[in-house]
């Protein structure tokens, strides 16, 4: 059931708090920085993984996928929070979804031994376990790079040892409660309501004395601070963003995710555990086994109680409603549910009472049962990404000395960005004409890139990938369009007068044209008239480009020359001389310029020189001005 989770979407992360707390863990060890500088979330999660991130890191050196932690990439501008939403090295998210895994199994197994504790019975333990094992929440969560499978894992550990209490109450086994439990908020600070745990087990087990009540509460507080040491010298910045936490789910809300509390709230945890959880005949036997045990005041009972009921109660008078939160609620629920069935057969007088129980207990589970394995066909049925289709299309596309833009929205893989001749693009912020003119022969782009109509006529359409729509801040499967330009894009261009100036500089004492469509001001002083044949004007201009296939079109009005003979000199000055009709050059005393390449040495692999460059030019006909800008 969960396997197949630990590869989902993969190399994308479709969860951002994934990709948050998977990028923040990666920093800390890239950085060599234990303190993480972040409390919106407490640090035991980040200490836990970091260990998994060496041993993945080491993994991926022995399969050849890396060879440096400089080169897992965890920043994009185009990132929420700056944060990349796709894994460089999905391999290392691999092995953190599988030790969530591992953190979810062993929760089960906790689960387990506590219906064991509670009911006595290994029948008991086993259903408990099968509804955690198959209920679809808890196996969707299960896999997750986040802080709320830790959390739970923590809380039923110290429920564990909390009734261990009972039979064997020592003081060393309960600090271990009270550290566990500490734990269980340093994973998660909606965990609060388990540092009571240590106190109530003193006080229902009849073990209150000075000692054990100053354990009670101290080792609660190591707990959490052993998995967060950093707040205590980061206090303010811990108060801050803690603080933000509770007036976020208090008091703002969270877009999406929002309910009023109080009875409305707690109407919607009640359908999501229906419907998503642990299915009606579960809850209503775990609901009627809560007051039960309450009127019976079973002190083991009302202990193993005491954190869900103080947990949920404060959850639904929270305005923010994410359903992860109701995780470490489930194992609860799977043990009153199956246990008080358990209860009810053996109150018949019957020796049919277990063949009643083994025919309720699928009647009870078939409900979750059938919603996990429709969950599991359902992964298993999910259609190829339109961005993995974009990817293939992308490498088998993508050919030398050809420059295709490609959209930085779709937080595509940064090997895709770094394929030769791609540059990542704002979609948002750009348009089809200066893509054209900057050099780019195709564009990639995704739902955020809308053209104008007189864009359109710049574009054709040469494949499209249907996906999402609308624009998204995650980005999740996006409707994804490539285009290439029309073949009449620079007669359109140029009769709007679209030119880009050159780029001059005292330093390299020449020009770079660096747009497909130009301007070169002439020095009409330093024009040099034919003198066999006044009507013609000789312009001498000296050229220079690093590409292959060069075409330079020098174009006055209605005449046009065209010198393309750089194959043999590339990267070496050539002087070229034009020979020009007075009458058009005193007209208009500026030469329009086309140039068919244009790329960015560094996209080419050439060098780190970033800047799009076309043709150098030089020459004492152009106008000293442009060389002074």
């Not at 200490?47 to 993994?59: D, E, H, K, T």
């Not at 003081?171 to 109530?200: D, E, Q, R």
């Not at 049925?381 to 293939?392: G, Q, V």
């Not at 030398?400 to 893989?413: F, K, T, V, W």
Request: one cysteine or more; proline letters at 5%; a neutral charge.
């Amino acid at each position: 059931m969960r396997l197949p989770f630990i590869g989902k979407d993969l190399p994308f992360f479709y969860n951002e708090d994934e990709a948050h707390h998977f990028n923040r863990t990666i920093n800390m060890v890239k950085e060599g920085d234990l303190n993480p500088h972040y409390f919106h979330k407490p640090s035991l999660h980040f200490y836990l993984r970091i260990p998994v991130v060496v041993a993945s890191f080491f993994w991926n050196v022995a399969e050849g996928n890396i060879k440096s932690v400089k080169e897992i990439k965890t920043a994009d501008p185009f990132g929420l929070n700056g944060y990349a939403l796709t894994a460089s090295h999905p391999g290392m998210v691999k092995w953190n979804r599988a030790f969530s895994v591992v953190l979810s199994l062993l929760t089960i197994i906790l689960t387990y031994f506590i219906a064991i504790n509670l009911f006595g019975s290994s029948y008991v333990g086993l259903s408990a376990a099968f509804l955690l094992a198959i209920s679809p929440q808890f196996v969707s969560e299960s896999a997750v790079v986040g802080v709320d499978v830790v959390m739970t894992f923590f809380i039923a550990l110290s429920v564990f040892l909390a009734l261990q209490l009972e039979t064997t109450f020592s003081l060393a086994l309960l600090s271990w409660v009270g550290i566990t439990a500490g734990l269980s908020v340093s994973s998660k600070y909606n965990a609060w309501p388990i540092f009571l745990l240590p106190f109530l087990s003193c006080l229902f087990f009849k073990h209150l004395k000075i000692k054990t009540i100053l354990i009670s509460i101290t080792t609660p507080v190591l707990g959490f601070l052993l998995g967060s040491p950093f707040i205590i010298t980061n206090l303010p910045i811990f108060m801050d963003q803690a603080g933000y936490e509770i007036w976020h789910y208090k008091i703002a809300g969270h877009e999406g995710h929002t309910a009023t509390p109080g009875w409305e709230q707690a109407m919607f945890y009640f359908n999501f555990f229906i419907t998503d959880s642990v299915g009606f005949a579960v809850l209503l036997l775990a609901l009627i086994a809560t007051i039960y045990a309450i009127l019976r005041r079973d002190k083991k009972f009302l202990l193993f109680l005491s954190f869900p009921i103080i947990y949920f109660l404060y959850m639904i008078e929270q305005k923010v409603n994410f359903t992860r939160n109701m995780l470490p609620m489930i194992p609860f629920i799977a043990v009153l549910a199956l246990g008080f069935l358990s209860f009810l057969t053996q109150r018949i007088k019957h020796n049919i009472k277990r063949t009643l129980l083994v025919f309720l207990t699928p009647l009870v589970l078939y409900q979750p049962t059938k919603a996990g394995l429709d969950l599991r066909e359902e992964l298993g049925a999910t259609s190829i990404e339109s961005r993995s289709l974009a990817i293939d299309w992308i490498s088998q596309n993508q050919i030398s000395l050809s420059d295709m833009a490609i959209a930085g929205n779709l937080n595509l893989p940064t090997q895709v960005y770094g394929l030769s001749g791609v540059t990542k693009i704002n979609e948002i912020k750009t348009t089809a004409s200066e893509l054209y003119l900057n050099g780019f022969d195709k564009i990639v782009v995704g739902p955020s890139f809308i053209p104008s109509d007189e864009e359109l006529k710049l574009l054709h359409l040469e494949n499209y990938i249907a996906g999402e729509k609308k624009y998204s801040r995650l980005s999740i499967n996006p409707e994804i369009r490539i285009y290439k330009f029309s073949e009449d894009v620079i007669q359109v261009l140029s009769q709007k007068g679209e030119t880009i100036n050159p780029q001059c500089s005292q330093e390299e004492g020449h020009c770079w044209i660096n747009s497909r469509l130009s301007m070169l001001e002439i020095d009409m002083t330093k024009v040099r008239i034919d003198s066999n044949n006044p009507e013609i004007a000789h312009l001498e201009i000296d050229l220079m480009t690093p590409w292959p296939g060069q075409s330079v079109t020098f174009a006055i009005a209605d005449w046009a020359y065209t010198f393309d003979k750089f194959d043999n000199i590339i990267g070496k000055w050539v002087t070229v001389t034009l020979d020009i009709p007075v009458n058009r050059i005193s007209i208009v005393p500026s030469l329009r310029v086309l140039v068919e390449e244009i790329h960015s040495p560094l996209t080419q692999k050439i060098s780190s020189d970033p800047r799009r460059l076309g043709v150098a030019v030089k020459g004492s006909v152009l106008k000293e001005s442009l060389l002074l800008k």
